[in-house]
Nanobody, 121 residues
Framework: QVDLVESGGGLVQAGGSLSLSCAAF????????MAWFRQAPGKEREFVAA????????KFADSVKGRFAISRDTAKNTAYLQMSSLKPEDTAVYYC??????????????WGQGTQVTVSS
């Protein structure tokens, strides 16, 4: 079982930057990947970025490549999503996700509660 708690998010102007954090809480030692998904109003949830347990492997959706970065601090069980050059189409609820084993861009079994990111034009 992995409990995920997101923080960050908010309102930013187009072209600006914003960072999200996701703290993971587990009772046992688990090697899990961490990822971010987002869901805009009227749209399906979509994959944004993911990072492996070791941090050595990352994956990004084409729509955010070159603008978003993902990192993690294994000692703190926390993953970070740094978003820059934000666009209005990045507006969505962003969800932290985790799963055991290697990265799966369809998402792992564990989800956070979501945090709103709004980019104004």
């Amino acid at each position: 079982q992995v409990d995920l708690v997101e923080s960050g998010g908010g309102l930013v102007q187009a072209g600006g930057s914003l960072s999200l954090s996701c703290a993971a809480f587990t009772r046992t030692y688990l090697r899990y990947f961490m990822a971010w998904f987002r869901q805009a109003p009227g749209k399906e949830r979509e994959f944004v970025a993911a990072i492996a347990w070791s941090g050595g492997t990352t994956k990004f959706a084409d729509s955010v490549k070159g603008r978003f970065a993902i990192s993690r601090d294994t000692a703190k069980n926390t993953a970070y999503l740094q978003m820059s050059s934000l666009k209005p189409e990045d507006t969505a609820v962003y969800y932290c996700n985790a799963g055991l084993g290697p990265i799966v861009t369809t998402g792992g079994d564990y989800w956070g509660q979501g945090t709103q990111v709004t980019v104004s034009s």
